[in-house]
Every structure is written in structure tokens, then in C-alpha cells.
């Protein structure tokens, strides 16, 4: 941590916008360093004066959690066409380096067919047996997941259809696995759905599944599996996405159960502003006098900002 990086993320932090660990460090900084509080400070001092001058209008918390959701989406989008790019890039220069040396580029083209050649038959030769057998069970697409049974040696029996209903049997680590379990969450079955996202819960640390949990929270129609990816995803709630997600849950769905969880979740990011401004609208104006005194109690625990 150094005076430099504390000055430019102060106008972050007076909106807001910065994550909770960095808003603990800029803090910690500011309280032993004269000149950044100073700065702090005043950013602190202005921000208010136009606060007073110009009082700003209540957001409402639908808005503030769809809005978070959709930039977030954006910024994921952006990032990916920038990577992109890049690489479209970088292949472009090297395709004109080889075009200056025609003799080079021949020489390379036969190296390489020759090399790829013999890999290719080295790694068939070594796991053709595997890949049939993987080949085998995925020779068709799978239109439904109807069962799911895990036992206590950590392997699943996971019954799928394709034309006829199969069963993969293996490991619960198998990627194979994972791919049917994320199948099985949004199956129209309930109870292999459920089973589905307990399963899923225990490999959260997996972006996808994550994901996966995030658009069933979202989507869902039935309260229980609601429920149960809200208590799958209690570990990462420090998480933009997923606090975003929770955020909504809480605002929008119709499940006081879900509303419930949810705001208790929000226990872990209590001093995140964007969290704190829909506790106080919701302390104030829901029509649920639960969530108004849980809205209440998690203001009230939650540290005053510096």
C-alpha cells in the first residue's frame, strides 16, 4: 500500500465503488498517513457540500441490482472481445514475418505437419481406450437428465437420455460428471434438479458452476432450488456477481424463505455501500415487517465507514 495507489482510488472509494478489501487497506493507510487523509478528507468534504447542493434522487433497488447485473455482464463481453482481438492480432504479424521468408516458412510447415503427426499417434496410441469409452457414452446429444444417484465413495450413477436413457457411472470429480450435474440444474424434474445443485454446491469454486447457480437463483421457478443454490453460493457472496445476484434475490423474489437467506447472506458484505443502500430503503419501506427488522439488524451490526 503506498500514497500513490491510496490517491487514485480515493474518488472510488467515496462512491462506493471500491472492492471491500481494498476499502479496508485505503482506510488503514489513510489513518497513518497525514498527507492521504487529508486528500480523503476533502474528496469527503466536497462530495458532501454537492450532496447538499444538489441532493440526489433515491435509486431504487430493483434498478440498483439489474444495473450492477447488466455492466457487469457488459464489462465480461469487453473483456473477452479484447482477448480476442489480440490474438487475431498477433497471428496477423506473424503470418506477415513468415510471408518475408518463404523458405523458412516451408521449412517450418514440414517440421510441424511431421511432429503433429507423431504426437497425434503417440497420445491415440495411449489413450484410445479412454476416449472410446468416453466417445461411447456422449455419441449422441442428451435431451434430459432423470436420475441421480451419488454414494459414499464419492461416485455418481447419473441417468441421461439421448434416443434411449444411458447412465454414466464414475467419479463425482469426472468432468464428465460435472457436465450432467449442470445439465441436471435446470432439469424439469425437481428432485433430480435438487440433487443436481447439492451436488453442484460442493464444486462452487468452479466459475461455471457458479454461473450455473447464479442463472437458476435467477430464474428458477420453483422456491426450493432457489433456496438451495442461495445456501451453494454462501461462500462467494464477496463476489461482485454473486452479491449482485443475491442483492436481487432479495429485492425481487417472491419467496419470503428466499428473501430470508438472502439478506442473511448479505451479513458477510454489510459495509459494501451498493448493499447498504438497499438495506436502508428496505429498513425503511418493505412490506414484509421480517425483512424490514432483519434489514434493521444488519445496519445496525455493520461497522460506520470511515
Known sequence: MNCEWTREN??????????????????QHAQHCDACRQ????ALEFKNGMADALPVVEISPNLLAASRMKLQESLDHA??????????????????QLKLAPALTVA?????????SLTTWRIASRTQPQMADSAAKFDADIVGIDSIEPSN????????????????EGPADDP?????????????????????????GKKAQDLDVREAL????????????RLECLRALRGYVKEVR????????????????????????????????????????????DKDPYIRAEAKRVLANSPTMY
Open 10 to 27: 480515493i474518488v472510488l472509494y467515496v462512491y462506493g465503488e471500491l472492492a471491500d478489501d481494498a476499502v479496508h487497506s485505503l482506510e
Open 39 to 42: 486528500e480523503l478528507e476533502s
Open 79 to 96: 473483456a473477452q472481445a479484447r482477448g480476442l482481438g489480440r490474438l487475431a492480432f498477433d497471428l496477423a504479424g506473424w503470418m506477415h
Open 108 to 116: 517450418l510447415l514440414m517440421i510441424g505437419f511431421a511432429g503433429g
Open 153 to 168: 465413495t464419492n461416485r455418481l450413477a447419473i441417468g441421461y437420455k439421448t434416443q434411449q436413457r444411458q447412465t454414466f
Open 176 to 200: 464428465a460428471a460435472q457436465q450432467l450435474l449442470l445439465l441436471g440444474s435446470s432439469s424439469s424434474n425437481p428432485d433430480v434438479q435438487m440433487k443436481a445443485i447439492e451436488l453442484l
Open 214 to 225: 447464479i442463472n437458476s437463483l435467477r430464474f428458477d421457478n420453483i422456491p426450493v432450488v
Open 242 to 285: 454473486v452479491r449482485d445476484a443475491v442483492v436481487e434475490a432479495l429485492v425481487h423474489d417472491s419467496n419470503p424463505g428466499v428473501r430470508g437467506e438472502a439478506i442473511r447472506l448479505l451479513d458477510q458484505v454489510q459495509s459494501d455501500t451498493s448493499v447498504r443502500e438497499v438495506l436502508l430503503v428496505l429498513a425503511r419501506k
